[in-house]
């Protein structure tokens, strides 16, 4: 029988790194004249990757950019970003136990995550984390990006596992849409960076800790 497993987005549902996103950011729109984008404009900010995040982050600004400016930008916040990392971004709390007890009952694990992937990578290797996981699939791993099904099924392939005993846990659209689209259950966290409550995004269950992210919690998903 395939192996089954739990696939987590990155940001906002495995790792807190809002902080450091939000400092690379200010430092590339603070090169350009920008004011500091703030900590509570991160929900408007975060999950669709650097370029959105730089080009909201004009838009907030009232600011016009052009599409050769933001590709220089994009590079910039990225030397900026990947230079600092891990920074102070952190696993949220309770994950690295939640991990031990769903690989001590023979899941696999996987990240899928739109962040690019040499970025997960480096984050991920950079936290100690690296070992626990089948597959770390980012935005540019793949032709499709989440929320196309694609993108998942990919990372459950690379895993060698069964897309049919197979969870998706994030908490953004993105997640939820890219769980249904592949057909799989979802669990939503309501810690991440979502600008609507995640259970408004209906994924298949919340959990509001790593605490309940439990091998029962899972077969009852998987058994809907």
């Given amino acids: 029988m395939s192996a089954s497993l739990v696939v987590f987005d ?5 790792i807190d790194t809002a902080h450091d996103l939000v400092a690379s950011l200010n430092h590339t729109i603070g090169l ?14 975060v ?12 838009s907030l600004r009232g600011r ?14 990225v030397d900026h970003y990947a230079q600092a990392m891990p920074g102070v971004s952190v696993p949220y709390p309770g ?8 690989s001590g009952a023979g899941y696999r694990l996987a990240v899928c995550t739109n962040k690019m992937e040499g970025l997960a990578r ?5 936290l100690g984390l690296t070992t626990r996981f089948a597959a770390i699939t980012g935005g ?14 990919g990372t459950v392939r690379l895993a060698e596992a069964d897309p049919l005993r197979t969870v998706m846990i994030g908490d953004s659209l993105n997640d939820m849409l890219v769980a249904r689209n592949a ?14 409550p995640v259970a408004e995004l209906q994924p298949t269950h919340v959990i509001t800790h790593f605490d309940e992210l439990t091998p029962d919690l899972v077969e009852r998903l998987l058994a809907r």
């Avoid at 016009?64 to 916040?77: H, N, Q, T």
């Fill in 140 to 153: 540019d791993t793949f032709a499709v990006r989440k929320p196309d099904a694609e993108h998942l099924l």
């Fill in 32 to 45: 350009e004249g920008l004011d500091p984008i703030t900590y509570d404009d991160l929900t408007y900010l």
């Fill in 47 to 58: 999950g669709h990757g650097g370029t959105v995040m730089i080009k909201r982050a004009f």
């Fill in 95 to 102: 994950l690295v136990d939640a991990m031990d007890r769903l």
């Fill in 122 to 126: 480096r984050l991920v290797d950079g």
């Fill in 10 to 14: 990155l940001d906002g549902t495995l």
């Fill in 64 to 77: 016009e950019i052009s599409e050769e400016e933001l590709a220089r930008m994009l590079g910039v916040f």
């Fill in 183 to 196: 057909g799989v259950p979802s669990i939503g966290v309501p810690f991440g960076y979502s600008d609507v």
